[in-house]
T-cell receptor, first 119, second 113 residues
Framework: GAVVSQHPSRVICKSGTSVKIECRSL??????MFWYRQFPKQSLMLMAT?????????EQGVEKDKFLINHASLTLSTLTVTSAHPEDSSFYIC???????????????FGPGTRLTVL | DQQVKQNSPSLSVQEGRISILNCDYT??????FLWYKKYPAEGPTFLIS?????DKNEDGRFTVFLNKSAKHLSLHIVPSQPGDSAVYFC???FGSGNTPLVFGKGTRLSVIA
């Protein structure tokens, strides 16, 4: 299957700092990537949909000025958590769909996730 | 409002027996359903899917059943293996593959040897 990577896998930062998380599709081009967040024992919640070359679409309740998303190329999307606070501590996961699609199968490929801890 | 519900947070099954994971949804407009498996500190990996026009899809030890009238789907794993122990997420989608997934809260499956 297609491979999606995320970097870093784990980050600890001080309150007030900004953190950038990268999501890369390694062997396919992804016009659309999705960013999810998962709190302990909760479901994956969609934060935003990232389209290459255009502005991201944010879900209701997600602050676009706090969670900056850039999808500058067909293989890279970045999520920057600006002025991070302890309540932003979570597991952030991206997913991507092959531009050409996989015949008969419409699954998204997920990255391994990034554990953010804000002290 | 949770559109995709997995009401059992955990399930324990003996190795070799059948595991049945259940999922209910509220929105009849969903037209594609997927099951993902997730290990701790890893992203979900795709397991099996089913279109709303079908009622069953089988792939090896994994079978997904869809009951549209009841808005219910289930994942059957048989025989269950210790390596199947993970959290299983049910997800649903509208339309094409470029739409985001709506996830349930997951069910933690423990397969006991």
């Amino acid at each position: 299957g297609a491979v999606v990577s995320q970097h870093p896998s784990r980050v600890i930062c001080k309150s007030g700092t900004s953190v950038k998380i990268e999501c890369r599709s390694l062997d396919f081009q992804a016009t659309t990537m999705f960013w999810y967040r998962q709190f302990p024992k909760q479901s994956l919640m969609l934060m935003a949909t990232s389209n290459e070359g255009s502005k991201a679409t944010y879900e209701q309740g997600v602050e676009k000025d706090k969670f900056l998303i850039n999808h500058a190329s067909l293989t890279l999307s970045t999520l920057t958590v600006t002025s991070a606070h302890p309540e932003d501590s979570s597991f952030y996961i991206c997913s991507a769909r092959d531009r050409a699609g996989l015949a008969g199968v419409y699954e998204q490929f997920f990255g391994p996730g990034t554990r953010l801890t804000v002290l | 409002d949770q559109q995709v519900k997995q009401n059992s947070p955990s399930l324990s099954v003996q190795e070799g027996r059948i595991s049945i994971l259940n999922c209910d949804y509220t929105n009849s407009m969903f037209d594609y359903f997927l099951w993902y498996k997730k290990y701790p500190a890893e992203g979900p990996t795709f397991l099996i899917s089913i279109s709303s026009i079908k009622d069953k899809n089988e792939d090896g030890r994994f079978t997904v059943f869809l009951n549209k009238s009841a808005k219910h789907l289930s994942l059957h794993i048989v025989p269950s293996q210790p390596g199947d122990s993970a959290v299983y997420f049910c997800a649903a989608r509208f339309g094409s593959g470029n739409t985001p997934l709506v996830f349930g809260k997951g069910t933690r499956l423990s397969v006991i040897a």
